[in-house]
């Protein structure tokens, strides 16, 4: 019987938390760089909006960040169903 020693997060610093997330759950990463992606690509588009008021324009950047980042976690967790109810695998989940 392995047993993990004891951990406290405190002593963790931000470039190994982010490292732990990303082993956790890489879905999450994903969504969050998604999120970036689409906002970097709205801020380069800014410039080209035509008429289109600019309250409109950043309403629809932040459904589409939104939606960017809901799409990654949604995958993640048809992921992890699929993983543990379709492809039963032997080994039990942590």
Do not use: H, W
């Amino acid at each position: 019987m392995d047993q993990q020693p004891i951990f406290e997060y405190k002593d963790e610093s931000q470039a190994e938390r982010i490292a732990r997330k990303s082993k956790d759950s890489p879905f999450m990463i994903l969504g969050i760089m998604g999120c970036i992606g689409v906002c970097g690509v709205g801020a380069y588009k800014y410039k080209n909006r035509g008429q289109m008021s600019t309250s409109v324009f950043l309403m629809q950047l932040r459904v589409a960040a939104q939606g960017t980042a809901v799409a990654a976690l949604t995958m993640g967790l048809a992921y992890s169903l699929a993983e543990r109810y379709l492809f039963k695998s032997d080994k039990k989940p942590e």
